[in-house]
């Protein structure tokens, strides 16, 4: 004969402690792998918020579009956001220094205000020059703030560097970012170009 047991009476809900809730927090940082957990790495995607993802890395094997899209996004916002931009966008873009055109002297005979007005120009010149010098050394701090670490460790050890950060040279810096990502390509896939032309 059987007995049937009475059902238990239900039990209060157990409080949930402090140390609890942040056991489940912190299971949602990680990721378990047979009997490991492995922490979530964040991605890196720039020191800017303004160029969120937009950055140079050298571990991504579409890191020489990466280059050339960052690149241009840094330049646009540059060209939006700093005094006489436009010239700085330009350098950025070209990889080399834009010069603006310098004014010609007065002829001989020129009046008063024609002198005023080539004075003017020349202070204007002088004034662009000296800002576009002083924004190619802030967007020097701009585009090594886009670098992601594993990039910062190769452009370091490169032997010109020192001068480049020395210089706080922007153009060179690109230049140097360039050549690693695309000479890291051009190495990867050259086993690949070997094998096709066999």
């Given amino acids: 004969m059987s007995t049937e047991l009475p059902d238990p009476a239900p039990s209060s809900p157990i409080p949930v402690t402090s140390d609890q809730n942040n056991a489940r927090h912190a299971r949602g940082r990680f990721r378990r792998i047979g009997n490991y957990q492995m922490s979530?790495?964040?991605?890196?995607?720039?020191?800017?918020?303004?160029l969120s993802g937009h950055i140079y890395d050298c571990t991504d094997v579409r890191q020489a579009d990466q280059y050339a899209k960052t690149?241009?996004?840094?330049?646009?916002?540059?060209?939006?956001?700093y005094k006489y931009g436009m010239d700085t966008r330009l350098a950025l873009?070209?990889?080399?220094?834009?010069?603006?055109?310098?004014p010609e002297d007065p002829a001989e005979n020129a009046t008063r205000t024609e002198i005023r007005i080539?004075?003017?120009?020349v202070d204007d010149y002088v004034k662009q020059?000296?800002?576009?010098?002083?924004?190619l050394k802030t967007?020097?701090?701009?585009?090594?703030?886009?670098?992601?670490?594993?990039?910062?460790?190769r452009l370091v050890s490169a032997n010109t560097f020192s001068q480049i950060a020395s210089h706080g040279d922007a153009i060179e810096l690109?230049?140097?970012?360039k050549s690693i990502t695309y000479n890291y390509q051009s190495q990867k896939y050259l086993p690949r170009a070997i094998h096709v032309g066999c």
Wanted: aromatic share 8%; with cysteine; charged share 35%.
């Fill in 40 to 50: 979530r790495q964040v991605r890196f995607s720039g020191r800017c918020e303004e």
């Fill in 71 to 81: 690149t241009k996004e840094i330049a646009e916002y540059v060209g939006r956001n």
């Fill in 93 to 102: 873009e070209n990889l080399h220094d834009v010069t603006a055109e310098m």
């Fill in 118 to 121: 080539w004075e003017k120009r």
């Fill in 129 to 135: 020059d000296t800002t576009k010098k002083e924004n």
């Fill in 139 to 153: 967007a020097y701090s701009l585009i090594w703030g886009q670098c992601s670490d594993p990039m910062r460790q």
């Fill in 174 to 177: 690109l230049k140097l970012i």
